[in-house]
């Protein structure tokens, strides 16, 4: 297992400037009151592709060879790293595979192939996904970029509170969502070399809290389908990503289906910002969690905003719309 | 009438910067090559209580004496002046009233006294609304400033378009909506001043032209009470608002509603930020009026961001939702 170190992040910068944007912070008092903090979000909803996942798919397709570049890249994902893998590829001009299920919402499979990627569909089970996608590295020799448990990839993602620390003075901690945690092993890595006073938190739904639990037990437990309206968060932990977690986060906090999108709505009412439901479990933590962060200054990472813009949670019956 | 001078645009920027954002200037690829053109969105819905009448609402309200301040401002609007200049008038610490119609909605009610200011109800006429406005004023003794015919508030308005040519080197042209036109007049202001080679356009929803045909009568002509989803662009030019129109503005621009419901939702999609439909309408004109800005660096003022996230216009029946 290689640990991508900070020499890593560093070139991961250099290499996808070009291809990312440097995103707005954002700050909202209405909100900063309601913490008791002051809340500093950085917008990776903002970012190429709506999605943090811009900066780690960037580096890994950048890095290639061009003897490896030739036989392209691919992932099995139908979330924001398919798409942004499939961005990448487009601007380097290469081919890019995304299998994912068949029943993945038509939108993702559009994404993916909006920016000149391909969808291979495969059933909706672990067994046909890894089968089809062995069949697709088999014929092409394609490159695996995994969603977040790549060196590559988590020092894509270290880019990103790199530019907080230049964007915000004096922060006392950075919260990011975590799901396989792709983004907060980037934190870790940015942080514990650059910032190692800054604390690091991790924010989980209550009905994904597998990381949660890994935390507490010391080692990764991960949970067979959780369901959560935080989609991007249901996937599991995985060696690398482990490494830094167990390593330098302070703590993981967990909130409920209900404060997530209470803190959404809150989020898109004040701050105009779309951002889909797995950047909103940050705030929604901080918010149950004020003791922690009562008069501090946060960095909190807005990980996305690829949204279902026809039916928004708050108007789902479940959540009283 | 006073005309609003390059001095008292700079006087403004200084004035109200410790109260308004500086805000971010975003793109989209994706939106370019839909334009054919090189788009610069001046994101003021992001501004400080969501629209970019805080500028201009701040330059009034911080340009008063320590005695007329204590008196307080007043306004009538049921729109984002009222909100930004309650939101100023909390931050000066003074009196602020707004009188609106008891049949506006209860969201923009909630927003005027969230920042501190009072509401007073009329009737939704004319004659109500300016009785009882002319009773507040006559009671209090406090300072009137319109929402937009009154050079204070153009001052203001100015400060964006210089923030726009400090962020974006090169600009062809800039496009803002009209309604009353002190955005478009602030941007008259400032770019006839400071970069006379920029072309400057104004976009109105079709249903309520008056502005495009007062453009080209060579007079006002004031709709009594035009339907639009655009409904911060209902009211007239007025003779401050005429002059920098009639003097600087290169052409006037309309779209369809549905057009623009169409912009807004792409903007939403692609741009990942909230704003509402009257922002839309420089887009919907561009995207229909390509030859104009086919390949030109253009600046697009996104105005504002309070929108109704419980129904937005494309899940209304009337677009198809």
Known sequence: MYIPTLADMLVAHERIKPYIHRTPVL???FINKLAGADLFFKCENLQKAGAFKARGASNAVFGLTEEQAARGVATHSSGNHGTCLSYAAGRRGIPCTVVMPHT?????KDAVRGYGGVVVECEPS???REAVFAEVVAKSGAEFVHPYNDPRVIAGQGTCSREMLEQVAGLDAVIAPIGGGGMISGTCLTLSNLAPN?????????????AYRSFKAGKIIAD??????????????????WHFVSNHVTDILTASEAEIVDAMKVIWKRMKIVMEPSSAVP???ILK???????????VV???GNVDLDLLPWQRPEFGG
Chains 1, 2 share one sequence.
Do not use: H
């Open 302 to 304: 807005i990980t996305g």
């Open 224 to 241: 067979d389908a959780p369901e959560t309206i935080a989609d991007g968060l249901k996937v599991p932990l995985k060696d690398l990503t």
């Open 104 to 108: 993945a919402p038509q939108a993702k």
């Open 289 to 299: 969690n004020k003791e922690i962060f009562a008069g501090k200054r946060v960095g």
């Open 283 to 285: 705030l929604a933590t």
């Open 27 to 29: 700050t909202s008092e």
């Open 198 to 210: 800054v604390k690091i938190y991790a924010a989980e739904p209550e009905q994904a809290d597998d």
């Open 126 to 128: 672990t067994t046909s």
